[in-house]
């Protein structure tokens, strides 16, 4: 499998970015799950770029679905999402030298694909293909909070900036759900918007790490060897692009701690199971421990900036200089949450539906 | 798929630690491939335990190809190795309460398979288990070899004590190769061992950060959806016990810092095309850029320490304390890391079987 | 994996017979393959029905290729293919009561999806998803012909009338390519019509044997356990709906011959090895031998027809009788073929992209 | 996947039939299911060869329970069942011209694995790998039966002679579990046994049809595209050598008639539905309609026989006259219909777990 993901829930990716769709296919949905349109809009909106800290590239990111769905219910069937690109400014990319942009895939997809990749815009590695993953995620994420499950990833830190820690989880996620600017603490919501403007304005960019909470999973998922929950979730991470790192509960940051300090003790709190902390991310041995799920993506910076760059020229293998022109995000951090909230909800759903069956989710 | 992973190669893990036999069986290796089996007991050795700082289980790895050889060379038919447990002190597990150890997976095990799971020395979860890894690593390694991709893993840091960055390659990685405590700087070497076996007296434990290159892949493999190179190794570093976080490049390092520092800029170098850093780690878009693969992995502290800890009865569901008797490792960093090598291997050999058929590695 | 089916090369299937759309995603082709559009509506031509033998519904079977074309060329991106349904009659059939039709999946999907599914139609079991699968094929086709792997299928029989064997492979092949009722002896051709004509008035249907042949392929495709191309090819079949019965070479037909007789025995022909017969299809062990592969396909008689029924109502689980209206095929065999045929070139490619590598079929 | 099938539980096969084991991992079997060792050794009996109408090679067919069972119960990791090679006369084959056997895997083998498999005794292709698969069957197959899921396999017919038809499925079942010649009607299996001592005598073969049912399986299970349980069990049937042909219900048998002979009506009997006949096999649109499957698999004659034969050298690829010698079967249709019932015994465990979970068979 290649751009496909998932066993008893799987999705499938396609398109590009100047192409007539993008789009997924999700099989393997139960049954009778509500199709949410207005969250499907609302999630979308959550990934779109606005203001002067993103692209001034606005998709309107109407959707189709296509199929799977029947009297605004899943069918069980394949469930099929379209979204047509609309605002294509081709011009903008043809009839010049295909010249790599460093920190992009136009190099590396050169080599794989010969050449003959669609490498308008980035083609199929265009940050514009994630509003699919956000679509194909606003179909499952009202299944999985209906086990109560919730989802919330929050700007940990950008720029330098830190925001403040999750206080009350549901809270917090609550918050994460409604704004298009996922930062926790609103006076650093504003230094970090602040800050993203001043880097536009020297045509660079920033990037920062992502802190994601699940709340609600049972204990008793995933496999050992080799169905971690953490190797499907960094799995389902690395997909999105400028993510490079990903780390479950305190990891890198709590090394050079001893054992006495990172184990997370169990205790009996009320009829269950709890640590009492949870340096552990929610995970022991690859399996939920019924704790929340935290960790932490580290996004690089976006690559696309304004400063002129060394690069080679993909058809004359000549070193040239390059100045990128036209639209592009000087941060992506705040769009790129939603996406892991989608994929997290995704990975979520195939896990449960493989351990516990297809008709976990049904919708009656 | 749960203790199966990859799809050219395939690799199947089995065993308990206190079971009759350990093993894996690679399927879709290509035929006639050399089967060193010098070098395969040269890998179990690196792994093995051994001096003060490592648990006084020592097995002697014994292993048996039992069947995919033939002649000294693989038939391309699935080869499977066996190693038998010999050194099983059961009495020191059986007949006392079960007591959830912290960090461990005894919790989510028992939640999982509902109590039925072999326990014994944690079981399908033990560390041992990966001595069937290593083995099944030291069957590809030598292909990998013979195509001049080299891979190599040092402690970058551990209790805080930090190794010299790689400085040639080559060099360094040989170097690794042929000691069983991979730090480059023989002080610092000297430095982390006297700081590990003094946590061993205290019955404490240390983690640390593994840093793995890989030099000598080709351009051009892996998938942008969701087959990346990241997503396929990070989900082989989590199988392995005790890693947490891993990142590609620079990732968290750099978080900070911008684009214009982060991206790597393309040139020419001789006749072929180079990044000037390697801020990405050898991967662009999810696809190889011909550079150095770096990554690191996040080692937690060994969860098994001797000091007193807050616990649950497994049977009673009461809250209890716990003291770990026995035999444990204060740290496993250093015996982690050929276990990283070794998925690294299995992995990458897989990817390019996958790219370039499954006569890839046909040794003739 | 449910809709999905191939590992190198993938194909994801979509769509009900009165949404808005059906499709396909193949996700794994090389890149630089030509697109031949003339070819795909010469194959959706093929598919589609005609004349009195066939049901009155005449989609137009335009299609959308949504992703993965660029400049005429495969890019080696997930390539999607969008039919629009357009004639949809919906009111044939809703504020129906919902009777099961024998022979159909109507009971079998209310029981798997708690009659959620779209049932108008067939919905996702509508014999018009082929169209799809018909449109996948025909992008992977010309890369085996290039290959010179040529396929073809006639009617072996149907309601008792036999047509002739194949005499010259490549001019049989030839011959079928080009014809919308596959039977290689024209006066057995009219004989069939005009039984499936007589068929027709009486509103019952017929069904019948496909023979393929399939010529070109190299030795040594195929695995012993378990992803043997029998079973590979099988398993492919027994996605068309109707085909109720595969075997390979003579098998049913030569079950009570002696293993003296059944033997193909080897032979030396200029500088490769030929057997002297081919009773067992071009396939030892799973693996192909050089041969020709030949298989044949029972398709059950369609269960659309016009006399009266024993039933259930799906709803109040009463029994009733059924007699069914609208527009229905009286054969499919016909249609079946070209299916067939695609289902076979994309089985092929994929077991050969896994065992060459994804560029095998690369276009340059 | 090469010699692993299955998702949900997957089984991987190794081993060689001159190598020291061969073996099954079973992964993904829920916790607790009881481990009844009378029963594997009962079912490896029912494999084994034995009488004048069997090879005299007999092995005791020794097996470990390498991991995965503790306490007589099966843990919920992986499986491993290891059973040696202990009558190896390996100087039967070695120091001999490589002649390849027609309608055996030698020559297909030896194109594939470039002339590095092992191949004394047909080696990973030998009959004798059924051994674990018929093992693996005999961990599943109790917890099928608890589940009411009785699975039986009789000879429909061998070398022209016809055994009479199911009459009731469990009285009938249960007499081919006691019995390791698998023929309904006593007299026919006296006359099937003497035909096969007398061909035996000739020094050839016969083959001919199994005919599998399996009653209880739910209404409800499969997918339509491309999951179907007819492509699921008939992928499983082509493993298994000599198989050539797979049918569900009439198909071949009932390909002349009309849809309305050959539709199943549908009626209520007491508070669930059934169908008045069975022709499609208990499967309508690939998914399961609570009535038996059945299914049918042709088996060619053995391809080792004792009458000269024209093959080639596989060195020189010079034509050359072959006459095999050593220890083989005339017949092995009564030994493979073992090998059918537990490959379908495997499948619909696979299906089932996928369906509903992997705790479906939990054993509680």
Same mark, same amino acid.
């Given at each position: 499998m290649k751009n496909t993901f998932g066993q008893s829930l799987s999705v499938t990716l396609f398109g590009e970015s100047h192409g007539p769709y993008i789009g997924a296919v999700l099989d393997g949905l139960a049954p009778g799950m509500d199709i949410d349109e207005d969250f499907i809009k609302h999630q979308l909106l959550l990934r779109r770029p606005s203001g002067r800290i993103s692209t001034s590239r606005v998709e309107q990111d109407e959707y189709i679905l296509a199929s799977g769905v029947f009297n605004g219910k899943t069918t069980g069937t394949p469930l099929s999402i379209l979204i047509p690109? #609309?605002?294509? &400014?081709s011009s903008d990319y043809?009839? &010049? +030298?295909r010249i790599a942009r460093p920190g992009h895939a136009d190099y590396t997809a050169s080599v794989k694909y010969h050449g003959y990749e @669609?490498? &308008? /815009? /980035? /083609?199929?590695? $265009? /940050? &514009? *293909?994630t509003a699919a993953i956000v679509a194909a995620g606003a179909i499952v994420i009202p299944a999985l909070r209906k086990k109560n499950i919730m989802i919330g990833t929050h700007i940990k830190s950008c720029g330098g900036i830190k925001d403040r820690d999750f206080i009350d989880y549901q809270d917090d996620i609550k918050k994460l759900s409604d704004t298009d600017f996922p930062v926790l603490d609103d006076t650093k919501a504003f230094q970090i918007r602040q800050m993203m403007e001043s880097v536009a304005k020297e045509g660079d960019s920033v990037g920062g790490v992502l802190e994601t909470v699940v709340t609600g999973m049972c204990a008793g998922v995933g496999e050992p060897w080799f169905e971690t929950v953490e190797g499907r979730l960094s799995y389902a991470m690395y $997909? *999105? +692009?400028?993510?490079k790192g990903v780390q479950f509960g305190d990891a890198f940051d709590m090394v050079d701690k001893k054992g006495s300090e990172y184990n997370d003790s169990f205790c009996i709190s009320g009829d269950h199971v709890e640590t009492r902390t949870n340096h552990n991310g929610g995970i022991n041995g690859g399996i939920t421990n019924g704790m929340p799920i935290i960790f932490r993506c580290a996004v690089k910076p976006t +690559?696309?900036?304004y400063k002129e760059q060394d690069s080679i @020229?993909?058809? #004359?293998k000549e070193e040239v200089k390059l100045k990128i022109e036209g639209r592009h995000d000087p941060a992506i951090i705040h769009r790129a949450r939603i996406v892991v909230d989608s994929m997290t909800a995704l990975t979520l759903y195939d896990m449960l539906a493989q351990r516990y069956g297809t008709d976990f989710f049904f919708g009656e």
């Open positions: 690109n #609309t605002v294509q &400014r043809e009839n &010049r +030298p @669609d490498f &308008r /815009g /980035g /083609g199929h590695f $265009s /940050g &514009r *293909i $997909s *999105i +692009p400028a993510i +690559p696309s900036i @020229d993909l058809k #004359t």
